[in-house]
């Protein structure tokens, strides 16, 4: 399933239906769990880079995004203030 990261900075739900659109079976989740449990990544934003490493710190979520890119090499794709985080 993809995930798309709600960080709390954007239009999730535009990335959402552009996908549902598309066919695809995802999700938008600021959970760890189900962020585990992706096998790719949609990481969207709209804002302020610092305001979004600050949420994501807050949600707990950098160490489990690195493992998943770094270690497990799923794929990301980060849109906007995504691709900069």
């Known amino acids: ?3 798309i990261i709600d ?3 954007g239009n ?6 552009a996908c549902k ?4 079976d995802c999700k938008v989740s600021s959970s760890k769990e189900e962020i585990k449990e ?6 969207p934003g709209v804002g302020h880079f610092s305001e979004g490493m600050r949420n ?11 493992k998943k890119v770094c270690d497990e090499k ?3 794709l980060g ?3 995504g691709c900069q985080l």
């Open 74 to 76: 799923i794929k990301i």
């Open 38 to 43: 992706a096998t790719k990544l949609i990481l």
């Open 1 to 3: 399933m993809i995930i």
């Open 12 to 17: 999730f739900f535009s990335v959402y239906s």
């Open 56 to 66: 994501l710190r807050e949600l707990d979520l950098i160490e489990t995004l690195n």
């Open 21 to 24: 659109y598309l066919g695809y």
């Open 79 to 81: 849109i906007c203030l």
């Open 7 to 9: 960080h709390k900075l």
